[in-house]
């Protein structure tokens, strides 16, 4: 008889997330990961059969639970809000580079670009939701400031990434109802 499973994969994958972002993708192991989860490599190994699928799970889960965020933003400015609170979770310059080496693994390899390009597609949709936009562009340059907003920071290192990405979507959005 299978043992019961006592920690969720919601747990798993919020402990993934955690160690991917000291780590970086390529570093992180199953080990550190089961570490932060109470769980040993070894029942990760069972129940996502790799690390690959592991960070596939990982990938999945935010591709679904970020975009759902965004559309429940009742405005520009409670959406740029939401935008800089994601941003602001960057604790400085190396943890921001392990989310950047996440982002070349979700453009090289096929499984992750196709959770990626999902992704992308739903949050520009959340994004035109909340606006109300009939532009079908104005969700791309929101979506491309956010993005831009992270990298300029990270190249430069002024101010606090939230900030960064505050700045930037308001100059964006404004003039914008509610922004």
């Known amino acids: 008889m299978a043992r019961p499973r006592t920690v969720s994969d ?5 402990a993934a997330a955690a160690a991917v972002a000291e780590s970086g993708p390529a570093a992180v192991t199953l080990a550190q990961i089961g570490g932060r989860a109470g769980v040993t490599a070894g029942a990760l190994s069972q129940r996502f059969g790799s690390k ?5 799970a990982l990938a999945r889960r935010e591709s679904e639970t970020l975009p759902a965020r965004l559309a429940a933003a009742p405005d520009a400015a409670a959406l740029i809000e939401l935008f ?5 979770g960057i604790s400085g310059p190396a943890e921001f580079a392990n989310h950047l080496q996440f982002l070349l693994l979700d453009v090289a390899d096929p499984d992750f670009c196709e959770v990626t390009r999902g992704y992308a597609g739903a949050v520009e949709r959340a994004i035109a939701g909340v606006l109300g936009s009939t532009d079908p562009e104005l969700p791309r340059a929101v979506h491309a400031a956010y993005n831009g907003a992270l990298i300029t920071w ?5 101010g606090s990434p939230a900030d960064a990405v505050r700045s930037q979507l308001r100059r964006l959005l404004a003039g914008y109802p509610g922004a």
């Open 10 to 14: 919601h747990a798993i994958l919020d």
């Open 52 to 56: 690959r699928e592991l960070l596939l």
């Open 84 to 88: 800089a609170a994601l941003a602001g």
């Open 154 to 158: 990270g190249m430069t290192g002024d």
